[in-house]
């Protein structure tokens, strides 16, 4: 170490008398807080003398006194040395961190023991548009002016918000103008501020589907609406039991339902549109819209009825979780207040991912990107789907038409709770989600099992383990056990 700067003492504060314990205390204190570790070499004392003006006298006896209390050590060929450690500190809060991500199930590394992720939501990050990326951004470092880089408007760039206009009525049916769209950090900062809006007008209690996703599901009750579990079948929500709630607002997955993978029927939407026209709101959550195989696409239920919709989409299935970019479309006397809490919130997402996203929109790349994920999902899912019915046949698999994930439910055969049978499967290497976690009602025994993010060979070989798991080899009796005559 050549200079004193890790002492954060200021020469001109030096007391007139008592230099020595003046700076063996600043020592003492670095050491403490860990700007001096063992082994990091102490200044010579002649330099550090000069940088504080004292005397080299003063700088000896404080080092010894450091040596003295075990703090410090001469070294040969080294100087004077930190040997000891200052007071205990705190226990890191990576255990507490950890055990927090686990609560909310949002692990940031695999656990322990696991092989192949299945769990859902995680698109193939691997598929991620480098190229097209660095080429938008390169159109977009050409032309963005001072004013681009301001503090902007707290709803998002006017061009992302032009480009997404043309991009959601084309391709989803949504029917809205640029002032009406708010650029969001992904589905959980529009749900956050539509909580925040619905909260101040009085709003308390939502009414959500069960099964449904368990994210949003928390997200909402952390941000103080609590939950009402209306039940989904076949054909989507039940909307005579929405209806007998009493409630003022549902949050469902209309296109492609999380986790049954079921699309809102006709007569089903029909009801639903009526029951918002009394006055009610419908929040829209587009899950997995843009990812579908065997079926053509289903409008937003947002282009039916735009003054009864609140409509969120983003870009984490498409592109990835980690751009933190989506949207919200709302009805228009809301929107103020959103745009409020917005902006209150963080002023308003980075500009220029927000106009790399537009170019790529305008230019086409998005929707080139979007038709090769495609092609790559369905290879996948076709992998896991063969597998699971070649070693799990009695399995009923539902969801395969769309999305990112299958729901695999099992016979009655199978007694144990849903989440002993993930457990069994971890234990063979492979996480999966039980049904149960997204799940508040009773109901049969499920797995929810993604596949983006993992090539076929590997898929395959999830759901052999799967098979191996869930139906293991009953062991032959040897000769030797063998009953006598």
Known sequence: MTGSDFLQ????????????????????????AGRLTPGDRLPATRLLAAELGVSRGVVVQAYQRLADEGLAGARTGSGTVVTGRGPERPASPAADRRRTLHRLRLPLSTPDGIEIDLSPGVPDLSAFPRAAWLRAERAVLGRVTAADLRYGDPGGTPRLRSALVGWLARTRGVRCEADDVVVTAGVAQGLALLAHVLRARGTDTVAVE????RGALDQMAFWGLRP????????GLRAAELAATGLDTVLLTPAHQ????VVLSPRRRR?????????????EDDYDAEHRYDRAPVAALQGSAPDRVAYLGSVSKSLAPGMRTGWLIAPRDMQAELLAAKHASDLGNPALPQLVLAELLVSGDYERHLRGVRTRQRSRRDALLAGLRAHLPEARVAGVAAGLHLLVTLPASFPEDDTVLAERIAAEGVQVQPLSWHRRCPGPPG??????????????????????ALNPPVPSRSRSAAPSS
């Not at 069960?210 to 996703?213: K, L, Q, T």
């Not at 999380?258 to 993978?261: E, K, R």
């Not at 797995?447 to 191996?468: F, Q, S, T």
């Open 9 to 32: 003492l200021k020469a001109a504060e030096a007391p007139a008398k008592g230099l020595t314990t003046w700076l063996t205390e600043g020592l003492r204190s670095a050491i403490a």
């Open 210 to 213: 069960d099964p449904g996703s």
């Open 228 to 235: 009402v579990e209306v039940p989904v079948d076949g054909e």
């Open 258 to 261: 999380f986790p049954t993978g």
């Open 271 to 283: 009801a639903l549109l009526a029951w918002a026209a009394d006055g009610n709101l419908i929040v």
């Open 447 to 468: 797995l929810v099992i993604g596949y983006a993010a993992h090539p076929p060979d590997r898929l395959a070989e999830a759901a052999a383990r799967i098979g191996r």
